[in-house]
Nanobody, 118 residues
Framework: QLQLDESGGDSVQAGESLRLSCFISRITPGGHTMGWSRQVPGNGREDVACLGADGIITYADSVKGRFTISKDNAKNILYLQMNSLKLEDTAMYYC????????????WGQGTQVTVSS
């Protein structure tokens, strides 16, 4: 069973930066496709960044140029660096992993709240 533990959520002002971290309990030899999704109550979940097991990275248009996904393989930590935060970035952010090579996830963390205010 893969466990994902997020941290780093906080309340910040618009324009500021924040870095989310996700500790991954174990890494399989082939690695996992991993990513970050977010959800606002009443809305569907939005996939914001995906790091494929093959190293290919994709971003949602809403965060391109502002968010960066990365992974420290030595520490088993997935990061999401979020710069130039906007009010609309306010959401619960979830770390996710896939047992396939796609960005369709079947493992989820418990979430960490990011609140951006003006």
């Amino acid at each position: 069973q893969l466990q994902l533990d997020e941290s780093g959520g906080d309340s910040v002002q618009a324009g500021e930066s924040l870095r989310l971290s996700c500790f991954i309990s174990r890494i399989t030899p082939g690695g996992h496709t991993m990513g970050w999704s977010r959800q606002v109550p009443g809305n569907g979940r939005e996939d914001v960044a995906c790091l494929g097991a093959d190293g290919i990275i994709t971003y949602a248009d809403s965060v391109k140029g502002r968010f960066t996904i990365s992974k420290d393989n030595a520490k088993n930590i997935l990061y999401l660096q979020m710069n130039s935060l906007k009010l609309e970035d306010t959401a619960m952010y979830y770390c996710a992993a896939s047992s396939t090579k796609s960005c369709i996830y079947n493992y989820w963390g418990q979430g960490t709240q990011v609140t951006v205010s003006s």
